[in-house]
């Protein structure tokens, strides 16, 4: 069992809608949660952090941490046709390297 | 400084080969880390730097695989006698102390393919 779950999609929503994203790990020693967006043959692009569990809000993006069900969420609302691109969960304990989600490819119909 | 540089952006090489990457970080950050990406996957541990020095080796970085920073600013990633398991999206990213915490900032990578 991979530490980090996440369903690849394909996800595809009309312009406009709230997109909901999630990934679900094993060990609970994780403690820092990330979401990277990677677009086509580019890199991966820092969207959000939170070392808690709660919700975290920036702009369209809210990230949501529910430790005790090992648990992370990225909702976007609003959703762009610019918001295509793979999402992709990340997270680490007290250790200096993440583990990554396989992402989940979203693609925003104008 | 615009971000992390990796260049080259694609390499194509004859199984056997030998091929060395290089990674530019953003300056004044000290940690250097080197992913690997295959397709559909999430990115994966290979090495880290802080400083010039190699802190943590994952697993998957065989006896084939060195990487350097020799003064503590770019990095260099060297696959010996390459196989086509080999071929993938190699990434660095940077960042400062804390970079497990506020996240660190990737490349664009350097896709390797292996013929």
């Known amino acids: 069992q991979k530490e980090v779950e996440q369903d690849p999609g394909p996800l595809s929503v009309p312009e406009g809608a709230i997109v909901s994203l999630n990934c679900t790990y094993s060990n609970s020693a994780f403690q820092y949660f990330m979401w990277y967006r990677q677009y086509s043959r580019k890199g991966p692009e820092l969207l959000m952090y939170?070392?808690?569990?709660g919700n975290k809000e920036d702009g369209r993006f809210t990230a949501q941490v529910d430790k005790s069900s090992k648990y992370i969420s990225l909702f976007i609302r609003d959703s762009q046709p610019s918001d295509s691109a793979t999402y992709l969960c990340a997270m680490s304990d007290y250790g200096n390297q993440f583990y990554f989600g396989t992402g989940t490819s979203l693609t925003v119909i104008p | 400084d615009t971000g992390v540089s990796q260049d080259p952006r694609h390499k194509i090489t004859k199984r056997g080969q030998n091929v060395t990457f290089r990674c530019d970080p953003i300056s004044e950050h000290n940690r250097l880390y080197w992913y690997r990406q295959t397709l559909g996957q999430g990115p994966e541990f290979l090495t880290y730097f802080q400083n010039e020095a190699q802190l943590e080796k994952s697993r998957l970085l065989s006896d084939r695989f060195s990487a350097e920073r020799p003064k503590g600013s770019f990095s260099t990633l060297e696959i010996q006698r390459t196989e086509q398991g080999d071929s993938a999206m190699y990434l660095c990213?940077?960042?400062?102390?804390?970079?497990?915490?506020?996240?660190?900032?990737f490349g664009s990578g350097t896709r390797l393919t292996v013929v």
């Open positions: 939170t070392y808690s569990s």
């Open positions: 990213a940077s960042s400062l102390e804390g970079g497990t915490v506020h996240g660190y900032t």
